[in-house]
């Protein structure tokens, strides 16, 4: 196998560059970095560091990612966790100029398969397809992302149609054949490479003669711009709000910006214990009766501590499918969830959803062995 070169643009990304070195699953040699990720210390690997200048034009800034991107691919492959957003997509287009394999793993933000196209929508992404081999030096192409906005409305994840595609389910690898015309054969499920050693399906009812002790995990929407300033203020921090009359601890995301993280600890009230922004291990440590959130993978990590988790939709991009399981719960906003959590606090026994696809279908549980046969094809 050739040397990869990993682009890095979170935590999460950076504890995901570890767990390929720990576990010698790609020759991963060099990280390309927007900014500066204290994991990546640990693994000894040299790191470039790409932090654009926010002064600068849009299309210089592309074309300066794509410079350095280039710089870097010269005999080696590619290796991203997402490939949608301008640093992500100049990044996938240099390694489609360099002629570099590209390989694409699911990271923790993309969650599932939430935004289906609908009707004659979903056979037109060829008409996208054709813009994706502009010349190098164009800037980034805002009609092929107009257009994938009004085809695909949500996720654009495996936009950029990758060599290799290692996904979380059957569901997200259905969409990236439909949506995005990939190879099916190139599409891998191996369920997350971040996994706890397993998944509980029951949990220990909270005590009644106590409060009820809500975890609430934390998004940076508007970052990455999955939620308008509006939603966010009309829908994601009432949310917040409405726990405050529980024993509330609020985990904040680790890329939320300090801006946004200082209203959401005020939306959460004086006496909330905000757990700070560190990545969440795959087993959650935090004391919880139920946890709640718009569409957090790290209810993952809740699962397997047999933790319940609700889901409720704020107007997000990123809208949790209906998942059937026992831990599982959906619900329509803040007034439903506050109403659901104070049921499950009096009668000891938690709304999950009796209708949608099984957790399964979403995320593969696997042996350890599917993501290195994956690889190795």
Known sequence: MKPTLAFCESDTHAAMICELQRRSLLPVDHVLATGRFPRLDATNLPVTLFTPDPSLPPAEVWQQAQSVALGLLDRRDLVQFQDQGWMAEAVSMAGKSAGAYRTLIQDGYLTFDTARAFGPRRFLWPLTSKLDWLPLRTPRPRLRVWLNRFL???????????????VFGEAMKDRLVRQFGMDD??????????????????????????????????QCFLRYRRMSRKAWQENYLPLIRSLSGFDLTVKLHPSQPGVDGADVIKSAGPQAVIAGNDRLPETLSLPADVAVTVSSTAFIACLAAGVPVIFCDCGALDRMPKIRHELVANTENSEATSAALQRFHKTGIFPLNTTGDPLCRHLFMPGADKFPNALRL
């Open 152 to 166: 695909y409305r949500q996720h654009y994840f495996g936009i950029t149609r990758p060599d290799r595609a290692l």
């Open 185 to 218: 054969t190139s599409v891998h499920v191996t369920g997350p490479l971040l996994r706890p050693d397993s998944l509980q399906t029951d949990y220990t009812p909270p005590a009644p003669d106590r409060p009820l002790r809500v975890l609430f995990l934390d």
